[in-house]
C-alpha cells in the first residue's frame, strides 16, 4: 500500500502550521520573563503552551472544520473529538525542559482516524530536528529516511527509561545489562523519535501515558519498522473516552518481543476498562 493523497495533503499543512508554531515557541525558550504555573502537582505549563496551542487550532481548525481536536491544553468537554479525524498534538512536550533552557523539548502533533494514526510530525527546535510520518509512507528526520535499529537482543540494548524501574523488588529475574539514556529526554515524544531513528534501540514506561504523548511518536516508529505498543504488546487506539493508554513499549520487532515477554505479567489498568491496577 502506498500513503494516500489526502493524508499527504494533511501532512503538508501540519508541516506549515507547525514550522511556524516551532517559531513561535522558540522566541519563548530561554526568557527570563516567561510565564510560568502549575495546573497541578509537579505538572507546569507556560505562556509559550498555551500560545502555540492557540496557534495551531486556529490555523489546523481553519483549514480543515470537519476534523475534531484533541490537545493537552484544551478542555476535554470539545465535543469536536467526536469526529472521525481528529488532530491530537502536545504544543510543548517536556515542558519542564522548554523552562529550564535544556533542548529536549518539542512540538508533536498528528492526525487520528478512527482512533488510528495517519498523520505525524514531532519537531525539536532546539535540536534542529523534524520528525514526519505518513501511513504506508515512511518516516524521515530533516526529509531523511529513518530506521529503527537491528538490534536483537535486551544485553547491550540501548535504553530510554526510567532507570530505577529495572531494579524493581518485584522483578522474577534479574535485568541484563543495558546502556540507559542519562539523563533521558524529558519528552516523550522525543524519546520515541530516537528510536525510530535507531539513536537508541527501545523505549519503555510502565505507566500511564496520554494519547497526545504517544500518537505522533507512535506513527513515526511504526513507519521506521518498529513497534510502539502498551506493554502487553496491544496496538494503540488513540481518542476514546478517557485519552491515555496503560504504557508504552517501543523498539524493533525482534527486540519488542523479548521485552514484552519480560514485562507481560505486570498488571496495569487500562484507562479505558474497568480494570484493577497491581501494586507494582
Known sequence: MRASDVDINDLHLLQEVVTEAASIAYRHFGSKSLKVWDKSIDNPVSEADLEVNEYMRRKLMSARPAYGWLSEETTLSDHRRDQDKVWVLDPIDGTKAFISGSPFWCIGAGLVERGVPKVAIVAAPALDQCYTAVKHGGARCNGEIIRVSDQSCIQGCRMVATEEMFSHKSWPETWPEMVFARPKPNATLLRLCAVASGEWDAAMALWRKSDWDLA??????????????????????????????????????????????????V??????????????
Do not use: C, M, W
Request: aromatic share 4%; glycine share 8%.
Open 216 to 265: 505522533p511518536g507512535s506513527l513515526i516508529v511504526e513507519e521506521a519498522g518498529g513497534l510502539a505498543t502498551t506493554h502487553l504488546g496491544e496496538h494503540y487506539r488513540f481518542n476514546q473516552l478517557i485519552p491515555a493508554q496503560r504504557s508504552l513499549l517501543s523498539a524493533g520487532t525482534k527486540l519488542h518481543s523479548l521485552l514484552r515477554a519480560r514485562v507481560d505479567h
Open 267 to 280: 498488571k496495569l489498568s487500562n484507562p479505558n476498562a474497568n480494570e484493577t491496577p497491581s501494586s507494582f
